[in-house]
């Protein structure tokens, strides 16, 4: 029997299901499903770089758009996802997001070049744009109140072993039936989503949702950074300027529009949430540069396998799993100011142990310390984050705060891994490359820490004071391994409502 209820019978923060209860337990698969295929997209991707590029003839710049063209349209219109979702119904967007992201990876699969794989993967973000933030706004809509943060506990938790266990498959299916399978494996997840969601999974919707969708804003902001990235991938300055003209026209018909624009400027008229969001764009941008090469770096110059590549980073995975919850009740107590600080650096550290990898390394001696390193620092520095970000914005923004705080971090990867390359000398072939990869390699790195040794020092001057302290503020839920692409989305600050609003 369906579980579903009638358009708007459900108000925003009044759900009815129990977490013990039949009904529960689908809407947590469900849930758990749709945004490991998400995770497992954005983990194993990476490990199949190398080997798609030689399969389909293509150099670095084809390498970093067949990466940033998904997160350019997943950053772009993850806060209108989330806003359809609200207006015409969670599931039912949420539904949609995920056949358009299993067309989009049958796509991608079956790409003959290059560019048919760019534009599927274009795609395929549009699709993780509609999903993504669904998935979370289906529990906080659908379970009662007291049992949410259970709920969304499990939920970030079990993602997590998506996010462990993603390089691992990316690399085995590699090595085994070959990189396209990276991609087609999302049907078959897909088509369970699919069978568990639609007659087990409510609906909801926020009835009091009105107005008209900032569709103007999302497009000029997607074009901005399209023409950005490409310009930063081909190092061409027409393109840099019309990205930098597309992004003012953004900002100025955002301030027009604002509180009905897609991204409300009053939102930034908290210094400490501004500060906050610089944070975020440089610690993630640093970050976008690591995971985009590090597993490139390790099968071209170090020798290692699809599979060994892929699982390197697996300490950061647990780490996080073990200690984020942690770091997080510890900057409640202390303030985030210092294990923000000390664990970005830490992180920056780990960047510069990981500038040695290159021909010959040994995983034990050379990748292991600098990625562990490098986990302690995330582990210390993302939920202090994530909790700060809705701290520091005002009560009623505290719900499009995390949205926007989520795509400031996939902007900063997207422009990352767009523009250190190249100025590293990662163009071309050089991916074929072991010593000329290698010598780009370091130099991102270096470039890397660098910015995270900036983003620890903005933190420190900017947080000057507890907001975490304070009765009303936030517990972070960032459990999972999210710190890949960017913070994860966060309820408001009474654990009701909307994540996005």
């Not at 992004?247 to 018909?253: E, I, K, N, P, V």
């Not at 995983?363 to 520091?392: E, I, K, Q, R």
């Amino acid at each position: 029997m369906s579980a579903s209820i009638g358009p708007g019978q459900t108000p925003p923060g009044d759900g009815h299901v129990r977490f013990g209860t039949a009904t529960g337990r689908w809407v947590l698969l469900t849930t758990v499903l749709a945004s490991g295929m998400a995770m497992l997209d954005a983990t194993v991707v990476n490990v199949a770089l190398p080997a798609l590029g030689e399969s389909l003839g293509a150099g670095m710049s084809g390498l970093q758009w067949t990466v940033n063209a998904y997160t350019l349209t997943l950053a772009g219109l993850i806060l209108l996802g989330g806003s359809l979702g609200d207006r015409y119904g969670r599931r039912r967007i949420f539904l949609i997001g995920v056949i358009w992201f299993a067309v989009a990876s049958a796509m991608c699969g079956l790409a003959p070049d290059i560019q048919t794989l760019v534009a599927a993967r274009a795609l395929q973000g549009v699709g993780g744009a509609l999903l993504t933030p669904g998935s979370l706004a289906i529990i906080q809509a659908s379970f009662v109140r007291e049992d949410r943060p259970r709920a969304v506990g499990a939920w970030s938790g079990l993602g997590g072993v998506a996010g462990a266990v993603g390089p691992l498959v990316g690399g085995g299916l590699v090595e085994s039936v070959g990189w396209r399978w990276v991609f087609l494996l999302n049907l078959p997840l897909a088509a369970l989503v699919l069978a568990v969601a639609i007659p087990h999974v409510p609906e909801t919707r926020d009835t009091e949702a009105a107005g008209r969708f900032d569709v103007l804003g999302a497009a000029l902001a997607a074009l901005a950074l399209a023409a950005l990235t490409y310009g930063l991938i081909d190092i061409a300055p027409l393109p840099l300027l019309a990205g930098a003209a597309l992004g003012a026209a953004f900002a100025w018909l955002e301030i027009r529009r604002s509180p009905q624009a897609l991204v409300p400027v009053g939102v930034f008229r908290s210094r400490e949430f501004t500060a906050i969001n610089v944070v975020t764009l440089i610690m993630y941008a640093a970050m976008g540069v690591v995971f985009f090469l590090l597993v490139v770096q390790l099968q071209v110059s170090a020798g290692f396998s699809a599979v060994a590549a892929g699982s390197a980073m697996l300490p950061v995975t647990l780490l996080m799993l073990l200690l984020s919850a942690r770091a997080g009740e510890l900057a409640r107590r202390i303030g985030p100011r210092l294990p923000m600080t000390l664990g970005i650096l830490a992180t920056a550290a780990g960047m510069l142990l990981l500038s040695r990898v290159g021909p010959g390394a040994m995983y034990l001696v050379d990748v292991l310390p600098a990625v562990t390193l490098f986990g302690l620092g995330l582990s210390a520095a993302v939920a202090p984050l994530t909790a700060t970000v809705l701290a520091t914005a005002e009560e009623r923004y505290a719900g499009v705060a995390s949205g926007v705080n989520n795509a400031v971090a996939r902007t900063g990867g997207l422009l990352a891994v767009a523009a250190i390359p190249p100025l590293a000398g990662l163009t071309g072939a050089a991916y074929t490359s072991p010593a000329g990869f290698t010598a780009g390699f370091r130099i991102s790195m270096l470039v890397s820490a660098a910015m995270l040794a900036l983003a620890a020092l903005v933190a420190f001057v900017t947080i000057r004071r507890n907001v975490l302290a304070e009765p009303e503020a936030p517990r972070p839920e960032c459990r999972t391994h999210c710190a890949v692409g960017a913070p994860p989305l966060e309820t408001g600050r009474d654990g009701a409502g909307d994540v996005r609003r």
